[in-house]
T-cell receptor, first 115, second 109 residues
Framework: EAGVVQSPRYKIIEKKQPVAFWCNPI?????LYWYLQNLGQGPELLIR????????DSQLPKDRFSAERLKGVDSTLKIQPAELGDSAVYLC?????????????FGPGTRLTVL | EDQVTQSPEALRLQEGESSSLNCSYT??????LFWYRQDPGKGPEFLFT???AGEEKEKERLKATLTKKESFLHITAPKPEDSATYLC??????????FGAGTTVTVRA
């Protein structure tokens, strides 16, 4: 079974430029998450989707960040314009509602560097 | 507010030297306590879910235990390939995961 796929793996941009990250979750997983991970810290949730619906975006900085999950499968996270403080690893995860634990499975992440 | 604290921040072990990592938590409505392993440059890899106090789970040289306020990850006779950052997270009824900062384990041959 293929895991969560993310691209690009690395991105270097100048501040004020836009950037987008793409995620393809595990087949059949209806829940998709975007996390931000700073160096030496655990992941922090940005947004959670149930199918096409963003059910928790309370931690998403909506002035510059946006996300979409068309057709309830792939998702894109966008930052416009990027700031120096946005340099971090952006992780995508997916889970299935089946089972008690709702374990989340992560992709390899996109490492963003804003210069 | 949900809080997860992991200790120590870093752990250096000699190959074969067993040790334990601690994860203490405060949460309302615990849905599960999750352990992940993260290698440099990679995403977290799922290891275990624990649901209730007294539960234990094992995988190779790793054993996770859970009490009402904390979880332990025991590493028995570690090998260099066990070197990684181990993340603990609490899951709540709203399907959120709150992560600790992790413990970075280095095992020397």
């Amino acid at each position: 079974e293929a895991g969560v796929v993310q691209s690009p793996r690395y991105k270097i941009i100048e501040k004020k430029q836009p950037v987008a990250f793409w995620c393809n979750p595990i087949s059949g997983h209806n829940t998709l998450y975007w996390y931000l991970q700073n160096l030496g810290q655990g992941p922090e949730l940005l947004i959670r989707y149930e199918n096409e619906e963003a059910v928790d975006d309370s931690q998403l900085p909506k002035d510059r960040f946006s996300a979409e999950r068309l057709k309830g499968v792939d998702s894109t996270l966008k930052i416009q314009p990027a700031e120096l403080g946005d340099s971090a690893v952006y992780l995508c995860a997916s889970s299935s509602r089946q089972g008690q634990g709702n374990e989340q499975f992560f992709g390899p992440g996109t490492r963003l560097t804003v210069l | 507010e949900d809080q997860v604290t992991q200790s120590p921040e870093a752990l250096r072990l000699q190959e074969g030297e067993s040790s334990s990592l601690n994860c203490s938590y405060t949460v309302s409505g615990l849905r599960g306590l999750f352990w992940y392993r993260q290698d440099p440059g990679k995403g977290p890899e799922f290891l275990f879910t624990l649901y209730s106090a007294g539960e234990e789970k094992e995988k190779e040289r790793l054993k996770a235990t859970l009490t009402k306020k904390e979880s332990f990850l025991h590493i028995t006779a570690p090998k260099p390939e066990d070197s990684a950052t181990y993340l603990c997270a609490v899951g709540t009824n709203d399907y959120k995961l709150s992560f600790g900062a992790g413990t970075t384990v280095t095992v020397r041959a």
